[in-house]
């Protein structure tokens, strides 16, 4: 078994840094206020669960991490667990459709924001040029945000906090507090949310591929994860409070920008453009992690024969994945096709969040199988109280895509999103391993996803992993 050694420099803070730095984003932003206008403050006990839910499931991609370091992301631990139909699914299913649907979001997430401060100012306009300048910027492999990364997320959490901390006790506002019932829909609701909770929470999972770079990595990324989660909890809890105390429950359900209602009805003008400020640098490093990691994620599949082989070719000057990346530039542009609105924009999330919580699924099954399968190999952090976890992070992932929005049309138009790209994918995984010959279930051994051939592993270095590429953009 060989793969390529990297050097252990990163501690806690940086895989702090990492776990929280992909969560923190400009549509969690959006579906915060959208959320708690939904279900009002209650909408807190759906975010508790969630937060619980993702610790299950953080201790299943530490496990996987932990014995496979020199692994990617989901497809190579499914391709060992379960074969080449379930990878393709799993990295198609999990993070195609969150590009095409809800990645685009982020930036008419940033572009409605900097509209609510300036109408005369088109978002889509905003939104394209986001996106045409991060395309430009990853075609050539220049990493504009890996020396900012920190200082977004700490702004983000620590400038949301305060907000929050300081408009729940009347401190500094322009207006004055509402009284507003705690849950004024009803426990249904709030049960029938966790989805919208969980998407405070979805790509904590990030840091895993890290293992090689990490001190410690069996406490360390553990730690990290469940820490990021907790920090993200608290810090979205206090200005979603706070938020629903100033800004009319309805106003947030329906308002296209309504962290940015609430900043103004707490703050004033100085507190919308802070978060503003923050809702844009949050987009762009999204947008950017995007098209540095998911297009890395696609060519890792191709080097197995799992996609069309264009999708191996790199730059020979810049050494990016071109042909990915256009491609992921193409489906971040799919949505500027509609007419957006906040219903659109929940929509697009929750339909992302279906297929990202059947990733979570798979990747809890994968810890089982490879239990089973490989009983005897080292696993320096292992999951504690095996496999209740996995069990209820999987029964958890079940019941939240199965009550996925409280109101019945709007989950049949998640489910009809949600479906018909996996549908896709399916279609296409099922054709394309019958045209290769390669057979749909059968696992690969672990070992055989470490022999690479000398050019391959010389290629290998020269494109970075999906974290590695996360770490640079």
Not at 105 to 131: D, H
Not at 359 to 388: E, G, H
Request: charged fraction near 10%; glycine fraction near 8%; include cysteine.
């Amino acid at each position: 078994m060989t793969s390529t050694s990297l050097n252990r420099t990163l501690g806690f803070w940086r895989a702090f840094a990492t776990c929280t730095g992909l969560v923190v984003a400009g549509t969690t932003m959006v579906s915060l206020g959208y959320s708690m206008g939904l279900v009002g403050p209650a909408f807190m006990v759906s975010a508790l669960i969630a937060m619980f839910v993702s610790i299950l499931v953080s201790f299943s991609y530490a496990e996987l991490s932990s014995f496979m370091p020199g692994a990617g992301m989901i497809g190579d631990y499914t391709l060992i667990a379960m074969g080449p139909f379930m990878a393709i699914v799993s990295v198609l299913g999990g993070y195609i459709v969150l590009v095409s649907a809800a990645g685009a979001m982020e930036s008419i997430t940033a572009g409605l924001a900097v509209q609510s401060l300036f109408p005369s100012i088109s978002a889509t306009l905003v939104a394209i040029t986001m996106l045409v300048l991060f395309l430009l910027v990853n075609l050539v492999g220049v990493g504009v945000f890996g020396s900012v990364q920190v200082f977004i997320t700490g702004s983000m959490i620590i400038g949301t906090s305060i907000m929050g901390l300081l408009g729940l006790m009347s401190i500094g506002t322009v207006s004055e507090i509402q009284s507003v019932p705690f849950n004024p829909k009803g426990w249904e609701v709030v049960f029938q949310s966790l989805a919208l909770g969980i998407w405070l929470f979805v790509g904590i999972e990030y840091v895993a591929p890290m293992a090689e770079e990490v001190i410690e990595p069996e406490k360390t990324i553990p730690k990290a994860m469940i820490f990021g989660l907790l920090t993200i909890f608290v810090a979205d809890m206090l200005f979603g409070q706070a938020i629903a105390h100033y800004v009319p429950l309805n106003i947030l359900e329906s308002s296209t920008a309504p962290q940015v209602e609430g900043a103004r009805a707490m703050f004033g003008h100085i507190g919308a453009v802070f978060i503003v400020m923050i809702t844009v640098l949050a987009s762009a490093s999204s947008v950017s992690s995007h098209l540095a990691a998911v297009p890395r994620m696609l060519y890792g599949l191709a080097r197995e024969g799992l996609l069309p082989k264009a999708f191996t070719y790199v730059h020979p000057q810049f050494r990016t994945p071109w042909v990915g990346i256009i491609a992921v530039f193409a489906l971040l542009c799919i949505p500027f096709l509609l007419s957006i609105d906040m219903d659109l924009i929940a929509t697009l999330i929750l339909a992302s969040c279906v297929t990202w919580l059947l990733s979570y699924v798979i990747a809890q099954i994968n810890v089982i199988i490879l239990r089973r399968r490989y009983p005897d190999i080292k696993r320096p952090f292992r999951t504690p109280l095996f496999p209740l976890p996995q069990i209820i992070g999987i029964a958890a992932c079940l019941y939240m895509i199965l009550t996925i929005h409280p109101e019945t049309e709007m989950k049949l138009r998640i489910y009809a999103i949600s479906g018909g790209f996996m549908l896709l994918i399916v279609t296409y995984a099922i054709c394309w391993l019958r045209y290769k010959r390669i057979p749909l279930f059968r696992p690969v051994p672990l070992e055989q996803l470490y022999e690479l051939t000398s050019a391959e592993a010389d290629q290998a270095r020269s494109t970075p992993s999906p974290a590695k590429a996360l770490e640079q953009c």
